[in-house]
């Protein structure tokens, strides 16, 4: 068979060990006669899966003690209405930065609850940097401020943490991590919440993780259903319903491969060289052109456009032809992304590399 890298921006590429193990243990999970799909998620064979997971996902992102992990379905778009539901806490606004379509969808779900403020934007110039904190506008009365670390459909990416303390502002920093999430170490502690779709970096869709700091828990707005109130699911070891225990089981797998990895910091060493890979390239060609400034450009998502657009559908067929599938850009900017996730390979990056420069030669 032929080998082909998936550079889709997800459901995304999984580590191949992960599928085999997966494979291996399908239809009869260590000697229970039973896959795990078919287990009782209150039976002690998925509770020791759900609990490895979750002590695996505390170690590897240092997770301290007085924040709850929670494993939810309904996707990170999801939290785009729990948020607000949960953390206003009785105020009436929120800080937003908006840095592309993410967080446009995250605002626009927000102020269904509460007057939003956007502290801060790039939309002057089509969403390709990142707004420096040192202009940052912030409603110091808000309940929290949300920031999108890495917009996935612009290639975006928050090489920083903002520093709330530093601009004297007391309140939860809050993050939709979706596909940055376990991609380089974290300081958990810096953040009232971190949100994550799984289906990037850590395992299938159907799985959103959910890390908030307990005294942000037990205040929702009026009317929020049982289901939307993070202390539900805080007091009930995310079993308060049937969460999603395949994709959880999936997830557990990918971070013990992350583990013996090495952890996060290993991950970002070779997260770093993929993406250099790929956009030292870029900027020494003119064939294609990254619209991405320099010091934001991000290591999971790689937007570029070949200058011919007119040429678009022949490089897709031939990077297809070798193996090189999902280089399609988002149908609302076009062009192409290339999706460098942990779990593609650095052999993947230098295949595609390759190809593109052949491409370059032969259609110049
Ligand atoms: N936020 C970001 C940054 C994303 O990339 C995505 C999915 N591409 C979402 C939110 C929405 O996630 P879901 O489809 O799991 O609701």
């Given at each position: 068979m032929k080998h082909i890298y998936n550079f889709s921006a997800g459901p995304a590429v999984l580590p191949a060990e992960v599928l085999q193990q997966a494979r291996d243990e399908m239809v009869d999970w260590h000697g229970s006669g039973m896959s795990v799909m078919e287990m009782s998620h209150r039976g002690k064979e998925f509770m020791s899966i759900a609990a490895k997971t979750e002590a695996d996902l505390r170690e590897l992102a240092g997770i301290p003690d007085n924040y709850k992990v929670l494993f939810l379905s309904g996707g990170a778009s999801s939290q785009f209405a729990m948020v607000p539901m949960n953390l206003l806490r009785g105020k009436k606004s929120a800080n937003y930065i908006n840095t592309g379509e993410w967080s446009k969808k995250a605002i626009k779900e927000a102020k269904r609850y509460c007057a939003v403020h956007?502290?801060?934007?790039s939309e002057d110039a089509n969403f390709t940097y990142v707004p420096p904190q040192n202009v940052w506008n912030i409603d110091r009365e808000a309940a929290y401020l949300h920031y999108t670390p890495n917009e996935t459909i612009g290639g975006?990416?928050?090489?920083w943490t903002p520093d709330l303390a530093h601009l004297g502002v007391e309140m939860p920093l809050v993050a939709?991590?979706?596909?940055?999430?376990?991609?380089r170490p974290l300081d958990v502690a810096r953040f009232g919440m971190i949100y994550a779709g799984a289906q990037k970096n850590v395992g299938p869709a159907g799985l959103c993780i959910v890390i908030v700091r307990e005294d942000l828990l037990g205040t929702t707005v009026p009317g929020t259903p049982t289901m939307f109130d993070y202390k539900t699911h805080a007091d009930n070891d995310s079993m308060y319903n049937t969460p999603p225990t395949y994709p959880m089981y999936i997830c557990g797998l990918v971070l013990e491969w992350l583990k013996k990895k090495g952890g996060l910091a290993e991950m970002e060493r070779i997260n770093i060289a993929k993406a250099n890979l790929l956009y030292d390239f870029l900027d020494k060609t003119d064939f294609y052109h990254c619209p991405v400034g320099k010091a934001d450009r991000s290591r999971m998502n790689v937007p570029f456009t070949l200058k011919d657009t007119g040429l678009d559908e022949e490089f897709l067929k031939q990077a297809k032809e070798q193996g090189l599938v999902q280089l399609k850009g988002h149908r609302s900017v076009g062009g192409m992304r290339a999706s460098i996730y942990n779990a593609m390979p650095p052999e993947g990056v230098k295949v595609l590399v390759e190809f593109m420069k052949e491409f370059a030669r032969t259609h110049a």
């Open positions: 956007i502290a801060a934007s975006v990416e928050f090489n939709d991590m979706s596909s940055s999430f376990m991609s």
